[in-house]
T-cell receptor
């Protein structure tokens, strides 16, 4: 079973704070994704990448940066966190036209 | 990216009956159609998928139907059990290089005892 590990599992910060969410996959997958999940909105794509150094814009990118440092590691950065970014964040990895493997999620609260 | 419409958003069925969820997509070149199940407090997990060279696929009580001409696919859960209560998501990844995978809005399925 493919492994995707997210850290931290829970994070609380204040408005204007700086937050980095980490994701590591050990599946040798090319594609990695960051989604946020909110009640009533399902899974919304923030950013994704198809390899180290590559970054693609998703559907809800405002207020987020991301960086893919290696094939294994994909980071999501909130440089000025706002309460509207309180959400459950999922990272996922896959190969092209194959299933997604999700991490267990990071619950972020911005006070 | 591919827009995927998923209906219904909420579905309640009696235990033992069937449940059906429908998705429609835009890109006629899409060729892979997965379904994910997310139980409360868990991450989404693939439960069944179908590729465009098939019209029907069944794994135990799960059936997926694909109508490429209408650009629709559906998930049918037969003989539903309490453990089928969950969120279900469909996706239709575009069949070109950048793999922007977006999901339908999800269906909350509740099985009534």
């Amino acid at each position: 079973e493919a492994a995707v590990t997210q850290s931290p599992r829970n994070k609380v910060t204040v408005t204007g704070g700086n937050v980095t969410l980490s994701c590591r996959q050990t599946n040798s997958h090319n594609y990695m994704y960051w989604y946020r999940q909110d009640t009533g909105h399902g899974l919304r794509l923030i950013h994704y990448s198809y390899g180290a150094g590559n970054l693609q814009i998703g559907d809800v990118p405002d207020g987020y940066k991301a960086t893919r440092t290696t094939q294994e590691d994909f980071f999501l950065l909130l440089e000025l966190a706002s309460p509207s970014q309180t959400s459950l964040y999922f990272c996922a990895s896959s190969d092209r036209n194959e299933r997604l493997f999700f991490g267990h999620g990071t619950k972020l609260s911005v006070l | 990216g591919e827009q995927v419409e998923q209906l219904p958003s909420i579905l309640r069925v009696q235990e033992g009956s069937s449940a059906s969820i429908n998705c429609s997509y835009e890109d006629s070149a899409s060729n892979y159609f997965p379904w994910y199940k997310q139980e409360p407090g868990e991450n989404p997990k693939l439960i069944i998928d179908i590729r465009s060279n098939m019209e029907r696929k069944q794994i135990q009580e799960l059936i997926v139907l694909l109508d490429k001409k209408a650009k629709r696919f559906s998930l049918h859960i037969t003989d539903t059990q309490p453990g089928d209560s969950a969120m279900y998501f469909c996706a239709a990844p575009p069949n070109y290089g950048n793999e922007k995978i977006t999901f339908g809005a999800g269906t909350k399925l509740t099985i009534k005892p």
